[in-house]
Each structure stands twice: as structure tokens, then as C-alpha cells.
């Protein structure tokens, strides 16, 4: 069973910056596509961004383009999420999962972490 594990969540300004950490024990990452979902209160749940298995090819929901960078580091068999110029609706619970390719659809990933919180507030 490939365990996730999420860090890097708080508290930040407007404007800000925050790295979001996904690890995992036991499996490498690297055998999977990593993605980030997040939930806002009220709110569906809706995916962020993803990075796919084998090209290592990275996407994109249009709200965080050019603002947020999914990469992996196999070394530490970590994915991250780099944040920046954070805007309060960015605030939600973060998620990472993983499974066999990159979806917009929750359903098709196989592992879920428990989540972190970012909250982007002044």
C-alpha cells in the first residue's frame, strides 16, 4: 500500500510563497503520476496540477498557470508543489495523489493523502 504524505502547508500572506511536499515510504514515486487536488470550503473538490509518470510532463489547471511548479526530486522521492504570488482563493485543503496517469478526474488516482492547509489570508 503506497502511503502519501503531505507538508509544507500554513499560513501566508497575499503575494506569498509556499512549497508543498508529497512523500512517500516503501514505493518510489517515480512508478507514478503525482498529482495535487485541492478543496475549499463550499467547494468541490478540483485538481491543481499533475506530473506524469514516464516524460515527466507537468499540467496545469488555467487558474494557477504561471504561478504554481509541480516537480519531482527521485533522489528524495518527493514530489512538490511550488506556490507563488498566492491569492486568497488558492486557500483550501491540499491533496496529493498518485495513480497510473495524469486526470482531472479524482477517481482515477489510486493513492490519496490526508491533505494539508493553506490558507492565503492578510
Known amino acids: 500500500q503506497l502511503k502519501l504524505v503531505e507538508s509544507g502547508g500554513g499560513l501566508v500572506q497575499p503575494g506569498g510563497s509556499l512549497r508543498l511536499s508529497c512523500a512517500a515510504s516503501?514505493?518510489?514515486?517515480?512508478?507514478?503520476?503525482i498529482g495535487w487536488f485541492r478543496q475549499a470550503p463550499g467547494k468541490e473538490r478540483e485538481p491543481v496540477s499533475c506530473?506524469?509518470?514516464?516524460?515527466?510532463?507537468?499540467h496545469h489547471v488555467d487558474s494557477v498557470k504561471g504561478r504554481f511548479t509541480i516537480f519531482r526530486d527521485n533522489a528524495k522521492n518527493t514530489v512538490y508543489l511550488q506556490m507563488s504570488s498566492l491569492k486568497p482563493e488558492d486557500t483550501g485543503v491540499y491533496y496529493c495523489?498518485?495513480?497510473?496517469?495524469?486526470?482531472?478526474?479524482?477517481?482515477?488516482?489510486?493513492?490519496w493523502g490526508q491533505g494539508t492547509q493553506v490558507t492565503v489570508s492578510s
Open positions: 495523489v498518485a495513480g497510473p496517469d495524469c486526470s482531472g478526474a479524482g477517481d482515477l488516482y489510486d493513492y
Open positions: 516503501i514505493f518510489t514515486l517515480d512508478n507514478y503520476a
Open positions: 506530473i506524469s509518470r514516464s516524460e515527466n510532463s507537468t
